[in-house]
């Protein structure tokens, strides 16, 4: 095949992932008592060419996610962000975050004090206020950045208080599961969190996003309370590193 007629077929593959993807999120969503638009789907874009992100932007997708600053910032000058939100989904250091303050519309990633501290310094700088999620380890893994689940509530306290920057939810990636009671307990004991938060009514904390579920395991987050899926391999195919 000719690599013209490749992309042609890669462009086709995309248009019909995000159609299915799009009828299962709207089952789900219908399913757990909701509308299909109360759910956020956004596409994973971390090692796709810009050239598909763009086909996606043109099959209808609003929201893109990239887990590194250095890749946002390289290809948001070649996609067609008009009426697009484009969020940080991967660990933010420290010395990045004056890079990437101002170039995003949230950052879901916010796992410790200490860079939610230098997102807000970053912000004030600016005269903005960033949009930010704490990133919950719920499965308490070594592997994953993230609060433990009963640090949460504590730095959020801490967290609110801090000048330029706004709470809008939490955000988790579970453990592997073998099967769907487990992955579900996670997504519960999350979303249990969640409304939690939210009765309690901190100042400048707006459980708004609960931002969980991927490729994999979408459909299950979303009957278990999930309003914002990023999902990356099944919209694109397998990522080639
Ligand atoms: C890569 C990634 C995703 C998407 O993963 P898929 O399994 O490809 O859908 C979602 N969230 C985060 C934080 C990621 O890093």
């Known amino acids: 095949?000719?690599?013209?007629?490749?992309?042609?077929?890669?462009?086709?593959?995309?248009?019909?992932?995000?159609?299915?993807?799009?009828?299962?999120?709207?089952?789900?969503?219908?399913?757990?008592?909701?509308?299909?638009?109360?759910?956020?789907?956004?596409?994973?874009?971390?090692?796709?060419?810009?050239?598909?992100?763009?086909?996606?932007?043109?099959?209808?997708?609003?929201?893109?996610?990239?887990?590194?600053?250095?890749?946002?910032?390289?290809?948001?000058?070649?996609?067609?962000?008009?009426?697009?939100?484009?969020?940080?989904?991967?660990?933010?250091?420290?010395?990045?975050?004056?890079?990437?303050?101002?170039?995003?519309?949230?950052?879901e990633s916010v796992d410790s004090l200490k860079i939610a501290k230098e997102i807000g310094k970053q912000s004030v700088k600016k005269g903005i206020t960033t949009d930010i999620l704490l990133e919950v380890n719920i499965g308490r893994e070594e592997s994953k950045t993230g609060?433990?689940?009963?640090?949460?509530?504590?730095?959020?306290?801490?967290?609110?208080?801090?000048?330029?920057?706004?709470?809008?939810?939490?955000?988790?990636?579970?453990?592997i599961c073998e099967n769907n009671t487990k992955l579900c307990n996670f997504f519960e004991n999350i979303y249990n969190m969640y409304v939690d938060i939210d009765s309690k009514i901190i100042d400048n904390v707006y459980m708004k996003i609960l931002s969980m579920g991927m490729s994999g395991d979408y459909t299950q987050a979303i009957l278990c309370g999930s309003n914002h899926v990023r999902i990356g391999s099944k919209i694109f195919g397998p990522r080639i590193y």
């Open 1 to 107: 095949m000719t690599e013209k007629s490749l992309i042609e077929e890669k462009f086709r593959d995309i248009e019909y992932n995000l159609k299915t993807i799009n009828e299962e999120i709207a089952e789900a969503a219908i399913k757990s008592g909701r509308k299909p638009e109360d759910i956020d789907f956004m596409a994973v874009t971390k090692t796709v060419d810009e050239m598909y992100i763009n086909h996606a932007i043109d099959c209808g997708i609003t929201l893109i996610g990239e887990n590194k600053v250095q890749e946002m910032l390289r290809k948001k000058p070649n996609l067609k962000l008009d009426g697009v939100k484009k969020n940080l989904i991967g660990h933010l250091q420290s010395n990045k975050a004056s890079q990437i303050v101002g170039e995003v519309d949230m950052i």
């Open 147 to 175: 609060f433990m689940p009963e640090e949460v509530e504590e730095n959020l306290y801490q967290i609110a208080e801090i000048e330029g920057i706004r709470v809008c939810g939490l955000m988790t990636i579970p453990p």
